[in-house]
């Protein structure tokens, strides 16, 4: 009996996972109120469901077999199913979820690819403080210190707002509160080179690769 | 052999002759405003400013094609969305034209002659023309259709509508299709030609198949248009590129410019025989942030790769430039075209090549009459040897970046004749982007 019922549950968790590649959102929903219905570990379901699926989003981000529409149905279908599981939650895990401050530099209006990078963050357990668009170089640093933020990530896509992402580390250095925060770029015209000029900690050439940069400089979260 | 004019040396190109060099176009936008010392703003909304700059940047550089263009905007604006000018930056979209795909049906296309902007883009077109349009051809940035639509939609609207509704897309495309159109009627009416840049439409954002559904259709409408009134097109497209060559081609482009996410050596591989090259200095790393010695160790490379590309090859930048790009950065683009020479002189290339590439402790030399000779300070040299072994590392690896300078601000274009040989003037263009995205001249999406 608990065997069957592991296995049913083990089936609910790889039909989300599915729901969210296949972009299903109507699918996501319905497995997720099914989870709650059979009383099913909700954070094991987005866990091995959701934040499963999205992985396997990422991957075919990577291969260039999903591309930007892909993966945004994509992200609704998990968004969509997370927003059932959320309330159930039991173990309350939140607070130790690193804080990564997120937004586009002043100037610009493109958010697109910081959204992405928001998407993987967000489904591979990481807290995320999306400041948006349009974003004033202070204004991240004060966020990453109201929230107590790990990381404060910089998305641009337009090479004249590039000194804004310098300003960033300057305000910071100025205020002292340089190592306290890991800082990540990324965006169209931004190289490994402009990272390293401005005194970045990284720079990601795209959204899965964002996570891994996050992963790589923060202690990996505990869980999704 | 003395300097040509672009048009006199695009006409010995075309015909198979020899001259002085390879074309070289340095996608300049907004950095002719620094070029006359106005703001950016101002060339936005002042016809004879824009032309004045324009010409006065092509007067400064003597690269081989004008074009007009602010940034990625007009159109969509003239359609109701919303464009945001900052005073001394590139304009940006601020709202699109609906908020919702249920509005779709209370757009228009627009009125060339009256909405927006664009009535002062055409009037800087003919004062361009006017005064430098027998030496060098002058065209006018077109936005294509996807990527206008995204614009009046919002770009992340759009690509949940290309797979969610592709009914409700197909009909906003079609919608930025008319406005598009009307556009290069206008152009080519007043004298000049086209030049389309379609960032959105980069497969950074979106994949061949959604291109080949929602990008070809309208692009090759456009080009056919075009073609029907005896002009040449160029197509820019940012950001990554190489999935959709086929189908850029198959837009029945002249010629396609294209960033630095792509291999220019792979493309000529690809597509060489069938349309020209255009690109692909880095605007950004190379042209921005780089020195007039990593620049011309990038335009050698560009040329090594694709100098002998069937088609021809025209260098320029991968996107349009920063504004901010130093003039002696664009000075050095044209010095390297100008040394390296036509038919190309490959053991220049060579030369050069190991400078940047090996240590200099010799000063390069700039072997064309009058070159002005340039000392190299250790620091640039230092710096052009660090450029020199990340390129290497890097070359072989894709670029994903989400966007243009990718969806970012890109640009560009550049005709010539289908046959390959044919006799109008190319008429490049240049793009803007993004990045982004991709991005990444300063427009990418």
Known sequence: MSNSINNEETQLHAALADDVVAMDETNSVGHANEIVARQFDAYT??????????????????????????????????????????????????????????????????????????????????????????????????????????????????????????EVVTILQKLKLREKFKVIVGGGPISPAFAEKIGADGYAPSAPTAVKLLNKLLAPPASA | MAELTPNERARRLAAGADADRLPCVPIVGNTAARVIGCRVRELRYDAALLANAQVAAYRAFGYDNIRIFTDLYPSAEAMGAKVYAPDDETAYLALPAIQEPGQIDTLRPADPQRDGILPLQLEALRRALDVVGDEVPVTAA???PFTVASFLVGAETLTRLVLRSPSAAARLCDLALETTLRLAEAIMDSGGTP???????????????????????????????????????????????????????????????????????????????????????????????GTPLTVR?????????????????????????????PFENI??????????????????????????????????????????RHPFTEGELAHARKLAVREESTRTHTNPSPTCSRVSDSPSVKGRPRSGRGSSAFDAAAHETPNHPGAAGEGAV
């Not at chain 1, 469901?49 to 591309?67: H, P, S």
């Not at chain 2, 160790?297 to 790009?325: F, N, Q, Y």
């Not at chain 2, 290339?349 to 700039?366: G, V, Y």
């Open chain 2, 142 to 144: 077109l936005t294509g």
């Open chain 2, 297 to 325: 160790a990038a335009v050698r490379e560009v040329v090594a790769a694709a100098g002998d590309s069937p088609k021809g090859l025209i260098v320029a930048s991968g996107c349009s430039l920063p504004t901010e790009t």
């Open chain 2, 331 to 372: 000075r050095a683009m044209l010095d390297a075209v100008r040394e390296i020479g036509f038919p190309v002189n490959r053991e220049n290339l060579q030369e050069t090549h190991a400078l940047a590439r090996k240590i200099p402790n010799s000063e390069p030399t700039l072997n064309y009459p009058g070159a002005p």
């Open chain 1, 45 to 166: 379901a987005i866990d091995q469901g959701l934040v499963e699926g999205m992985n396997r989003v990422g991957k075919l981000f990577e291969q260039e077999e999903y591309f930007i529409p892909e993966l945004l149905l994509s992200s609704d279908a998990m968004y969509a199913a997370l927003d059932v599981l959320k309330p159930h939650i039991r173990r309350a895990d939140g607070d130790q979820k690193p804080k990564v401050v997120f937004g586009v530099v002043e100037g610009d209006t493109h958010d697109i690819g910081k959204n992405l990078v928001k998407i993987m963050a967000d489904s591979s357990g990481y807290e995320v403080i999306d400041l948006g668009r349009d974003v004033p170089p202070q204004k991240f640093v004060d966020e990453a210190v109201a929230v107590g933020a790990s990381c404060i990530a910089i998305s641009t896509l337009m090479t004249t707002t590039m000194d804004a992402m310098a």
């Open chain 2, 195 to 289: 030049s389309l840049t379609d960032a959105m439409s980069s497969a950074t954002v979106i994949s061949p198949r959604t291109f080949e559904q929602f990008s070809l259709p309208g692009l090759r409408t456009l080009v056919e248009y075009i073609h029907g009134r005896g002009k040449k097109v160029t197509l820019h497209i940012c950001g990554k590129t190489q999935p959709i060559w086929p189908l850029m081609v198959a837009t029945g482009a002249d010629c396609l410019s294209l960033d630095n996410d792509a291999s220019l050596a792979a493309a000529k591989t690809a597509v060489g025989d069938q349309v020209k090259l255009m690109g692909n200095v880095h605007p950004a790393a190379v042209m921005l942030q």
